[in-house]
């Protein structure tokens, strides 16, 4: 199988239907759906103080939420991480929604509006919204860039848009498999896995199934979708430059703060065939303000969904959502996040306290107010 893989321009168009009929087959992901988040775990998704954090000002209204290509489960993480937001999940499948329904039912989330619809149709879900969520779509679409497009016409001035891409190097193998399999017309679970049978231990086809893709819905994603593309550091730059969006922060494993770090870093590691996470970027409209300095005159406050972990100490880990590394929520810290539950001067905190906010205030723990900004 040819590693090589066109770029996203040069991919083949595939219509809506074909790629709705995937996911009515194959809805995903395929979460128990008993399967439950703690609340803390969402903190990534919070529109209300992800603005905040892009701002330095408190979102006076109640944040609306666009999850697009929502599949069969984001509705749920986004619903508990905006209590007293809107959201909207639009998919193109409706056995996605219809399971995605199912779980919003059983864990008693009531603000969530599912819509069926084509992200590409303007009139679907025209928001606008505070926070647009397109997270493993795009690439699915037969243009990417008219995709992004779409999605920011639906942006809220200010808003952010989070957008997650396959990215060449980690893809690469699996994508000269899906490209293979539907030259020789596979289509079905059912001859993929026969096929898969057959095929002697040291094939690079079984070898993918058996160690990264056992689940059947994973499988099915990853191989027998009617249309992927892959992006290079370069690429992902120029989808995001024609389209006049800026870069807030990148949210992948590893991410440098800076942007302008990030893109040398990435560019770096693909020199060396080295990236080995997918693209995670959040945008906005505009380029990001300078945040309020992190010192004296600086009123900072606890991130929400966080703030009931500084009450339990047998929580001492949240996983990482912002691209880096989260610290550990240890006696002090969680001492710092109860005195943070109201917005609070810097001048009002100990020197050890100070210490620990630039760690917490990089990891969206912790939100800078602008000198002057209350809460509603």
């Known amino acids: 199988m040819s590693s090589r893989s066109p770029t996203p321009a040069a991919m083949p168009r595939a219509n809506v239907a074909s790629v709705a009929a995937h996911y009515e087959e194959h809805p995903y992901p395929r979460y128990p759906l008993w399967a439950s988040l703690p609340a803390s775990h969402t903190y990534g998704l919070d529109a209300a103080t992800l603005w905040m954090a892009r701002h330095g000002t408190p979102l006076l209204e109640p944040p609306r939420v666009l999850v697009a290509g929502c599949g069969s489960f984001l509705p749920y993480p986004f619903s508990l991480a905006n209590p007293q ?6 998919d193109l499948s409706q056995a996605n929604l219809s399971r995605a329904a199912w779980h919003l039912r059983l864990h008693g989330r009531r603000n969530v509006a599912l819509h069926r619809g084509d992200l590409l149709d303007p009139a679907t879900s025209p928001g606008p919204f505070h926070l647009v969520d397109a997270f493993g779509v795009l690439h699915h679409l037969p243009d990417p860039a008219e995709g992004l497009r779409r999605l920011r016409e639906r ?3 200010g808003g952010l848009l989070r957008v997650m891409l396959y990215a060449r190097d980690l893809r690469r193998t699996t994508e000269s498999a899906r490209r293979a399999l539907r030259r020789v017309g ?3 679970l059912a001859q993929l896995d026969a096929m898969v049978r057959r095929a002697p231990r040291t094939s690079r086809l079984r070898q993918l199934v058996e160690r990264r893709l056992r689940d059947p819905a994973e499988r099915a994603d ?5 249309l992927a593309c892959i992006f290079t550091t370069e690429s992902l730059r120029r989808l995001i430059d024609s389209t006049g969006l800026y870069v807030w922060r990148f949210a992948h494993p590893g991410a440098r703060l800076d942007p302008a770090q990030e893109w ?7 020199r060396d065939g080295a990236v080995r996470s997918h693209y995670v970027v959040w945008l906005s409209d505009a380029p990001p303000p300078e945040p309020p300095p992190l010192g004296p005159g600086t009123r900072l406050i606890a991130h929400p969904r966080l703030q009931p972990l500084a009450w339990r100490p047998w929580r001492s ?8 590394p989260n610290p550990p929520l240890d006696r002090p810290t969680r001492a710092l996040l109860r005195r943070l539950k109201a917005p609070t001067a810097w001048e009002a905190l100990t020197p050890s306290q100070q210490a620990l906010l630039p760690a917490l205030v990089e990891a969206l723990f912790v939100v800078r107010l602008r000198p002057g900004e209350a809460l509603p």
């Open 85 to 90: 937001g809107h959201v909207t999940a639009l």
């Open 155 to 157: 942006l809220a001035p």
């Open 186 to 188: 596979v289509r079905t």
């Open 222 to 226: 990853a191989l027998l979708h009617p």
């Open 264 to 270: 040398l870093r990435l560019e770096t590691l693909e």
């Open 317 to 324: 880990w949240v996983p990482a959502r912002m691209g880096r």
